[in-house]
């Protein structure tokens, strides 16, 4: 099955700042992949999906990549703001099933005024 | 529009008891699935149900199950609780071709 490798230490970024997060994953390449956030004791909210076919996914102070040969997704908050601090999850289809999604462990970012 | 709702939020069973959880989709999802979190590690796949029917399940024994109704909610049902089941037991909903997952708030079980 997929595995999701995901920076498990906190993430700690000034206000102001971009945050780059990462997940890479080492089995095949999948057809799309994920990004929630997730607050404490709450369940994950989705934030945006890029596809195998796309290079870069953008959402407001958000964007994706996804470089399929290096078999990675970087994630970006640009402009942060304490708000954003939560704990980021990447996701994608597991070969079980295109819609048998696996999580990675995520990362928890905490911007600092 | 009402979002992902699943109650209890919270239960508390002791060892070798049954748990229920419940789980209503947004309206017009046709597919639920169930993930558990232990505390400290991710989401774990258990269950994906869709129309009505078990499509996928992870790698959990059979003592963890549940079914969707005609309604399209679903239930799930730990069986001889074990203290390492106690987690937060998240339920999302999408539609049949997925784009997202919307979660509920989860129900945290804990086994004593």
């Known amino acids: 099955s997929q595995k999701i490798e995901q920076n498990s230490e906190a993430l700690n970024i000034q206000e102001g700042k971009t945050a780059t997060l990462t997940c890479n994953y080492t089995?095949?390449?999948?057809?799309?992949l994920q990004w929630y956030r997730q607050d404490p004791g709450r369940g994950p909210v989705f934030l945006l999906l890029?596809?195998?076919?796309?290079k870069e996914k953008r959402k407001e102070r958000l964007k994706v990549t996804f470089d399929t040969t290096l078999k990675q997704s970087l994630f970006h908050i640009t402009a942060s703001q304490p708000a954003d601090s939560a704990t980021y999850l990447c996701?994608?289809?597991?070969?079980?099933?295109?819609?048998?999604?696996?999580f990675g462990i995520g990362t928890k970012l905490q911007v600092i005024p | 529009e009402a979002g992902v709702t699943q109650s209890p939020t919270h239960l508390i069973k002791t060892r070798g008891q049954q748990a229920t959880l419940r789980c209503s989709p947004i309206?017009?999802?046709?597919?639920v699935y169930w993930y558990q979190q232990a505390l400290g590690l991710g989401l774990q796949f258990l269950l994906w149900?869709?129309?009505?029917?078990?499509?996928n399940r992870g790698n959990f024994p059979p003592r963890f199950s549940g079914r969707q109704f005609p309604n399209y909610s679903s239930e799930l049902n730990v069986n001889a609780l074990e203290l390492e089941d106690s987690a937060l037991y998240l339920c999302?909903?999408?539609?049949?071709?997925?784009?997202?997952?919307?979660f509920g708030q989860g129900t945290r079980l804990t086994v004593v």
């Open positions: 996701a994608l289809p597991d070969s079980g099933g295109y819609q048998k999604v696996t």
């Open positions: 890029i596809r195998e076919n796309e």
């Open positions: 999302a909903s999408s539609l049949r071709v997925v784009t997202e997952a919307f």
């Open positions: 089995n095949y390449s999948p057809a799309y």
């Open positions: 309206s017009g999802h046709t597919s």
């Open positions: 149900y869709d129309e009505g029917e078990e499509r």
